[in-house]
Nanobody
Framework: HVQLVESGGGLVQPGGSLRLSCVASGYTYSSHCMGWFRQAPGKEREGVASIGRDGTRRYADSVQGRFIISQDNTKARDTLYLRMNSLKPEDTAMYYC????????????????????WGQGTQVTVS
Protein backbone atom coordinates (compact mmCIF):
# COMPACT_ATOMS: atom_id res chain seq x y z
CA HIS A 1 0.00 0.00 0.00
CA VAL A 2 1.01 3.62 -0.49
CA GLN A 3 3.06 5.19 2.27
CA LEU A 4 4.23 8.76 2.66
CA VAL A 5 6.57 9.40 5.57
CA GLU A 6 7.60 12.94 6.52
CA SER A 7 10.57 14.02 8.60
CA GLY A 8 12.61 17.12 9.33
CA GLY A 9 10.25 19.19 11.44
CA GLY A 10 11.27 20.82 14.68
CA LEU A 11 11.61 24.01 16.68
CA VAL A 12 13.38 26.92 15.01
CA GLN A 13 13.79 30.60 15.74
CA PRO A 14 12.25 33.25 13.48
CA GLY A 15 14.45 33.80 10.46
CA GLY A 16 15.78 30.27 10.61
CA SER A 17 15.55 27.43 8.10
CA LEU A 18 14.38 23.83 7.98
CA ARG A 19 14.22 21.16 5.32
CA LEU A 20 11.35 18.71 5.33
CA SER A 21 11.57 15.36 3.58
CA CYS A 22 8.89 12.93 2.45
CA VAL A 23 9.68 9.40 1.30
CA ALA A 24 7.00 7.80 -0.89
CA SER A 25 6.61 4.07 -1.41
CA GLY A 26 4.11 1.39 -2.38
CA TYR A 27 2.88 2.80 -5.69
CA THR A 28 3.51 2.12 -9.37
CA TYR A 29 1.94 5.19 -10.96
CA SER A 30 4.62 7.68 -11.94
CA SER A 31 2.82 10.74 -13.32
CA HIS A 32 1.37 12.06 -10.12
CA CYS A 33 1.31 15.47 -8.48
CA MET A 34 2.85 15.87 -5.03
CA GLY A 35 2.63 18.66 -2.54
CA TRP A 36 3.19 20.02 0.93
CA PHE A 37 0.32 21.22 3.04
CA ARG A 38 0.01 22.60 6.53
CA GLN A 39 -2.57 22.95 9.22
CA ALA A 40 -2.35 25.19 12.25
CA PRO A 41 -4.59 24.69 15.31
CA GLY A 42 -8.08 25.98 14.61
CA LYS A 43 -7.41 26.56 10.94
CA GLU A 44 -8.16 24.65 7.76
CA ARG A 45 -5.50 22.69 5.96
CA GLU A 46 -3.88 24.81 3.26
CA GLY A 47 -1.61 24.16 0.33
CA VAL A 48 1.97 25.38 0.70
CA ALA A 49 3.76 24.12 -2.39
CA SER A 50 3.17 21.54 -5.10
CA ILE A 51 5.14 19.99 -7.92
CA GLY A 52 4.43 18.01 -11.07
CA ARG A 53 6.59 15.31 -12.61
CA ASP A 54 7.72 17.81 -15.25
CA GLY A 55 9.00 20.10 -12.52
CA THR A 56 6.14 22.62 -12.63
CA ARG A 57 5.86 24.24 -9.19
CA ARG A 58 3.18 26.19 -7.41
CA TYR A 59 3.52 28.14 -4.16
CA ALA A 60 1.12 29.79 -1.80
CA ASP A 61 1.51 33.57 -1.78
CA SER A 62 2.48 33.45 1.89
CA VAL A 63 5.60 31.35 1.20
CA GLN A 64 6.57 32.52 -2.28
CA GLY A 65 10.26 33.44 -2.31
CA ARG A 66 10.95 31.73 1.01
CA PHE A 67 10.10 28.06 0.43
CA ILE A 68 11.39 25.75 -2.28
CA ILE A 69 9.82 22.42 -3.23
CA SER A 70 11.86 19.77 -5.00
CA GLN A 71 11.82 16.06 -5.65
CA ASP A 72 14.36 13.32 -6.22
CA ASN A 73 13.06 10.60 -8.53
CA THR A 74 16.40 8.89 -9.02
CA LYS A 75 16.24 6.72 -5.93
CA ALA A 76 14.28 3.53 -5.41
CA ARG A 77 11.76 5.60 -3.45
CA ASP A 78 10.72 9.06 -4.55
CA THR A 79 11.64 11.73 -2.05
CA LEU A 80 9.91 15.09 -1.84
CA TYR A 81 11.58 18.03 -0.12
CA LEU A 82 10.52 21.40 1.19
CA ARG A 83 13.26 23.85 1.96
CA MET A 84 11.89 26.55 4.26
CA ASN A 85 13.88 29.75 4.71
CA SER A 86 13.21 32.98 6.62
CA LEU A 87 10.70 31.19 8.79
CA LYS A 88 8.08 33.24 10.60
CA PRO A 89 5.95 32.44 13.65
CA GLU A 90 2.92 32.24 11.34
CA ASP A 91 4.57 29.28 9.57
CA THR A 92 4.02 27.22 12.72
CA ALA A 93 1.83 24.23 11.82
CA MET A 94 1.73 20.51 11.20
CA TYR A 95 3.15 19.95 7.73
CA TYR A 96 1.85 17.13 5.56
CA CYS A 97 3.14 15.52 2.39
CA UNK A 98 0.51 14.41 -0.11
CA UNK A 99 0.25 12.79 -3.53
CA UNK A 100 -2.47 12.36 -6.13
CA UNK A 101 -2.06 8.88 -7.57
CA UNK A 102 -5.49 8.86 -9.24
CA UNK A 103 -4.63 10.84 -12.35
CA UNK A 104 -1.89 12.25 -14.52
CA UNK A 105 -0.57 15.51 -13.13
CA UNK A 106 -1.48 18.22 -15.63
CA UNK A 107 -1.27 21.05 -13.10
CA UNK A 108 0.03 20.58 -9.53
CA UNK A 109 -2.84 22.19 -7.65
CA UNK A 110 -2.61 23.49 -4.08
CA UNK A 111 -6.12 22.30 -3.26
CA UNK A 112 -5.98 19.63 -0.52
CA UNK A 113 -9.14 17.94 -1.85
CA UNK A 114 -7.32 16.95 -5.03
CA UNK A 115 -4.88 14.71 -3.16
CA UNK A 116 -5.71 11.16 -2.13
CA UNK A 117 -2.66 9.93 -0.23
CA TRP A 118 -1.34 11.64 2.89
CA GLY A 119 1.47 11.27 5.35
CA GLN A 120 1.12 11.55 9.11
CA GLY A 121 2.69 14.98 9.29
CA THR A 122 5.69 16.60 10.92
CA GLN A 123 5.43 19.53 13.33
CA VAL A 124 7.15 22.82 12.58
CA THR A 125 7.27 25.40 15.35
CA VAL A 126 8.77 28.84 14.80
CA SER A 127 9.32 30.63 18.10
Amino acid sequence: HVQLVESGGGLVQPGGSLRLSCVASGYTYSSHCMGWFRQAPGKEREGVASIGRDGTRRYADSVQGRFIISQDNTKARDTLYLRMNSLKPEDTAMYYCAADFARTCLDPTLLPAAYNSWGQGTQVTVS
